[in-house]
């Protein structure tokens, strides 16, 4: 399976929410405090959320057996 592929998968079964907060994060490269301003949570909230998602990206990384 390919990087590109496994990201676009793991990407598209995040919730709507997580979806938009890991990509503002990590393609549109936005600062944790202005996310959080744009969906009207803490910053605490948005960088729990995010630790979230990189810990499940590392599970399923791990699971396919792919290393980045």
């Given at each position: 399976?390919?990087?590109r592929?496994?990201?676009n998968?793991f990407?598209?079964?995040?919730?709507?929410e997580?979806?938009?907060?890991?990509?503002?994060?990590?393609?549109?490269?936005?600062?944790?405090?202005?996310?959080?301003?744009?969906?009207?949570?803490?910053?605490?909230?948005?960088?729990?959320?995010?630790?979230?998602?990189?810990?499940?990206?590392?599970?399923?990384?791990?699971?396919?057996?792919?290393?980045?």
């Amino acid at each position: 399976i390919a990087l590109r592929e496994f990201l676009n998968g793991f990407i598209r079964n995040l919730s709507n929410e997580q979806r938009k907060i890991f990509v503002e994060r990590y393609w549109l490269c936005e600062d944790v405090k202005d996310i959080a301003r744009n969906f009207g949570y803490s910053k605490n909230k948005v960088s729990l959320i995010l630790f979230r998602i990189r810990k499940r990206l590392k599970k399923e990384l791990e699971k396919e057996d792919l290393d980045i």
